[in-house]
């Protein structure tokens, strides 16, 4: 087990009409995992991610990974740590404008202060492995939505992560897109055995993972585990989506 | 509906508005202050000596810093309007009526000037009594300055409240209209290297030759009676500064930092690669803003220069002229001694020394033509024994050397004339070389020509057309000299008239004293009877007071003025550059590394500007201070205006770091 999730709970605004965003989940998730995070809007999957990614601290509970508790951290030993053994994909892709597409993906090796020989070798080695070479020295600006949410993957993959953080990456995308970036993330679970943890809300997106936790209302509300069969692990997440009313086969509400 | 999008704006960039009304409050307040002052019954009763002089400087001085700050607030109220932006548009794209966009911003506008002035006004009535005071402890009038504010004062404040709020809101509404036109959501800066880099080098090199320059004025100023070339050094210098900062902030900074961006190795070291292009970028944007504050500095730096060369200048002619309260020779000393033993007045210290007065022949350098007069001779040991005072001024001898004292051409060239030779004089040996000054004992009115200190066996060995002795005196709190007794003593200015009869040599030309005044003046000169400080010296320390207190005020101004600017132009980041920071902090950099690169960013913003504008201030003393040395007093000037800038640095950067921080826990 790598990551274990201890009752932690998280609450927003003040006192009188504070919102429970999390209250007391508890998960666990095994080494090269690639775990799915389910629900409806507003039910806490990216609070959840957040609090695991130590970019939130949570009110309560605990967060293990490989043994050490981050919530004992201080911030600038969180960021050391998120800088080191994660990696981030986000829906707004969070690239930074004024750099070129071989900076933005090398960011994490420079921020580490990576020898220069390394950062070159890593550098053509993601470019390769995703298939993006000829951008290197794009801007930001000049890429498509797919293109970009490619050259987030590559950045949040360059430092080998051990677990790769998803927040609704293919939110922004085409479903051409959304496909090439999803085979993308099975390949490099696969390949190089890194953890993924991703929030969505999009069933087909959801089919790639190896299990889908379900949360409604910030608690995990049930779990489907993938048989081995895409088509049937998505038939089963659409179900239980009817179930907890987050929409059908084509994302529509059963009542509709 | 509006009124809370009013709100929300107002409370969205609090900080920024806050340090924006804050400076326009401490203008709007001095600007009050010295309006009201002019008009004040205590000041009027205490200084009545200087009739309306004191009203009419405030009353312009109050006019120019209206001005002055009229245009801060157009230029710094633009930056609001600008800030919001995307706000403006996406109201449009909403279907807000471009009207309603237009008066949001118009009212935004007077609820802010309201305010500011609204507490501008309240620190006037608050800060006026205690400026009065510190004008009046200034000015050395121990007098209770009594708080006043007339109806007409109160009224004609309303009245620029008025005008000016009107005429910013009107400009901050077309603001708005042309952004709503023009639509444009990021300008994209040209970089166009193929101008900036030879632009830059070019700049460089007029820096480069305009400090070259300034090094030359420092020998060349001596010349300016009598030679062009500084003058043209002057204008050169002024103008290679101002064109040269600008290049160089045009191109040669975005350069080399270009440059380093270049260097991988590094540039791909932690956040240098993500910091070298925010810095090159916020430089881009800020260039014309850093190249206006540090002409600013530098007009400041040298508006201290030539306040202080100038007070030293005017301060030095006063102890020149008067360096006792009274000075007297053999002729009146029984007469005033008598009349001070009338006064209540308590003597400090007495002086008294012999002089002696021959004939003189020389060689004048700065007439450039051979010089005939009668000179006072003054022994080295006597001279010595005087005050240091009477000594501070001139060049430095030992008891074997000579020292000229004559009247400086020019105010601000104390202490720098050259050496003078071969000063021949009646029936003595003549004087090789002399050393010169311009301080003279006993005062410079005291004294028909130029003066000579001589070794003492020069002195005791030389023949005297005429024997002399000067008495002078210091007092606690003045002479106490009436009205009466100065009236009686006026018949006493002049001690006796010396006719002097040249002829073809030195040994034959002679003396003639005169007790009454002659009908021709034909080489003639006048000893002085008396000399008295009196009222003179009361309303040098009153106008040296009010002077330091109009230069410190608008110096502060000036740096409150410039810190604000800064200050705003950092805090007031593109939305795209406050994401980018907050993309840094997700990926997981180190807050200290992204409040690194804000403290980055803040001293390359304030501290480029004062390093330009020290480097060209230096020009500014090279022009007054010809001493050949930098003065210690100059060097406290400079540093306390740096101290002050770097507050403004050091505020800004926390402000800034609060701002960014903020936005992380949004």
Known sequence: MQIAVKNISKDFGKKRSAVHAIKDISLEVEHGEFLGIMGPSGAGKTTLLNMISTNERPDHGQIIIDGLDLTQLHDREQAKYRRNKMGFIYQSFELLDSLNVKENVILPLALNRSNKKLIEERFDYMMNLLNIEGLSHRAVDELSLGQRQIVAAARALINRPEILFADEPTGSLDSKSATILLNYMQMINQKEKTTILMATHDSFTASYCSRVVFIKDGVVFSEVINPGNRDKFFEQIINMQRTIGGGDYFNVSKNY | ?666
């Open chain 2, 1 to 666: 509906m509006y009124r809370k999008i009013i709100r929300r704006s107002l409370s969205n960039m609090r900080d920024s508005y806050l340090i924006y009304i804050l400076a326009c409050s401490f203008a709007i307040g001095i600007f009050g202050i010295l309006e009201s002052m002019g008009d004040n019954p205590s000041l009027h009763f205490a200084l009545h000596m200087w009739d309306s002089f004191i009203s009419d400087v405030t009353s312009i001085m109050s006019g120019l810093f209206a001005f002055c700050a009229f245009v801060y607030m157009i230029y710094v109220g633009g930056f609001f309007i600008k800030q919001q932006r995307n706000e403006f548009l996406t109201f449009e794209k909403l279907g807000m009526q471009r009207w309603v966009i237009v008066m949001i911003s118009f009212l935004q506008t007077i609820i802010v000037q309201a305010l500011a002035w609204l507490i501008g006004m309240v620190l006037m009535l608050i800060f006026q009594k205690f400026m009065g005071m510190l004008l009046f402890y200034l000015m050395r009038v121990r007098f209770n300055f009594e708080m006043h504010v007339s109806l007409t004062n109160l009224w004609f404040l309303i009245q620029v409240f008025l005008v000016s709020t009107l005429i910013l809101s009107i400009v901050n509404a077309i603001k708005t209209i042309r952004i709503l036109q023009k639509k444009k959501r990021r300008i994209i800066i040209k970089t166009r290297w193929w101008l900036r880099i030879p632009a830059g080098i070019f700049g460089f090199v007029l820096l480069l030759s305009a400090q070259f320059c300034t090094a030359m004025l420092f020998k060349d100023i001596r010349m300016l009676g009598y030679s062009s070339k500084p003058l043209t050094e002057v204008f050169y210098i002024m103008t290679a500064d101002i064109f040269g900062t600008y290049l160089v902030y045009f191109g040669f900074l975005p350069f080399v930092l270009n440059i380093l961006e270049r260097v991988h190795s590094l540039s791909y070291s932690g956040v240098n690669i993500f910091s070298f292009k925010y810095m090159k970028d916020r430089l881009f944007q800020n260039i014309s803003i850093l190249w206006f504050v540090t002409e600013l500095s530098a007009l400041a730096l040298a508006l201290l220069t030539f306040c202080y060369f100038g007070y030293q200048a005017v301060h030095q002619n006063y102890n020149n002229a008067y360096p006792f309260e009274l000075a007297a020779n053999k002729d009146t000393v029984r007469v005033i001694k008598d009349e001070l033993k009338k006064t209540d007045s308590k003597v400090k210290g007495t002086y008294k020394t012999p002089v002696k007065i021959n004939l003189v022949s020389y060689y004048s350098k700065n007439t450039q033509s051979y010089i005939r007069q009668p000179m006072t001779f003054m022994s080295y040991s006597d001279y010595m024994s005087l005050p240091k005072r009477m000594h501070k001024g001139n060049a430095k001898i030992n008891s074997h050397q000579y020292l000229k004292i004559d009247y400086s051409s020019s105010t601000f060239r104390y202490d720098s004339e050259p050496d003078e030779h071969n000063i021949q004089v009646k029936n003595s040996p003549m004087i090789q070389t002399a050393r010169t000054g311009s301080s003279f004992p006993y005062g410079s009115s005291m004294h028909f020509g130029p003066m000579m200190i001589v070794p003492d066996k020069y002195y005791t060995k030389m023949p005297a057309e005429v024997e002399d002795t000067f008495y002078g005196w210091d007092f606690k709190k003045g002479d106490r000299l009436s009205r009466g007794q100065l009236k009686r003593l006026n018949s006493y200015r002049d001690a006796y008239f010396m006719k002097v009869d040249f002829k073809s040599s030195l040994s034959k030309s002679s003396i003639e004293v005169m007790k009454k005044e002659p009908h021709k003046y034909e080489d003639t000169y006048t000893q002085a009877g008396f000399l008295r400080q009196g009222s003179i010296k009361k309303r040098f320390k009153q106008g040296g007071g009010f002077y330091l207190f109009i230069v410190a005020l608008f110096s502060v101004a000036l740096l409150v003025a410039l810190g604000s600017v800064l200050t705003l132009r950092v805090l007031l980041r593109d939305d795209y550059q406050s994401r980018q920071l907050r993309t840094l902090q997700k990926i997981g950099v180190e807050e200290s590394e992204i409040k690194g690169i804000i403290r980055r960013e803040n001293t390359l913003t304030f501290v480029i500007p004062i390093i330009f504008a020290l480097v060209q201030s230096y020009a500014a003393i090279a022009m007054f201070d010809v001493g050949r040395h930098i003065s210690k007093n100059i060097i406290l000037i400079y540093g306390g205006y740096v101290i002050l800038y770097g507050l403004f640095g050091i505020i800004s950067y926390q402000v800034s770091w609060r701002s960014v921080k903020q936005k992380f826990s949004l």
